[in-house]
Nanobody, 115 residues
Framework: QVQLVESGGGLVQPGGSLRLSCAAS????????MGWFRQAPGKQRELVAA???????NYADSVKGRFTISRDGAKNTVYLQMNSLKPEDTAVYYC?????????WGQGTQVTVSS
């Protein structure tokens, strides 16, 4: 059974950077579109970055120019590089296929942007 495990979150000051990692137990990244999602308190989960199997990327307007999604097929890992972080980026971040497959939701990783 494929599992996705997110890591790399933490507390960072506004303007700072973090790199999130999503490790998979299988090579699902090679065959599937992947996405990073986030859910802030009291809000619905939203897609912030997407990556196709061919390497094309798309971003939510709110993170465009600041976040970068990438993949390391050899490591079965998808990354989200987050720069110029803002307080409104505070959320739990998850990875999943895009569109998401319910059994793949993991625990996520908390990102808190605060001074």
């Amino acid at each position: 059974q494929v599992q996705l495990v997110e890591s790399g979150g933490g507390l960072v000051q506004p303007g700072g950077s973090l790199r999130l990692s999503c490790a998979a137990s299988g090579s699902i990244f090679r065959l599937n579109r992947m996405g990073w999602f986030r859910q802030a308190p009291g809000k619905q989960r939203e897609l912030v970055a997407a990556l196709t199997s061919g390497g094309s990327t798309n971003y939510a307007d709110s993170v465009k120019g600041r976040f970068t999604i990438s993949r390391d097929g050899a490591k079965n890992t998808v990354y989200l590089q987050m720069n110029s972080l803002k307080p409104e980026d505070t959320a739990v971040y998850y990875c999943n296929t895009n569109p998401p497959y319910a059994p793949f939701w993991g625990q996520g990783t908390q990102v808190t942007v605060s001074s």
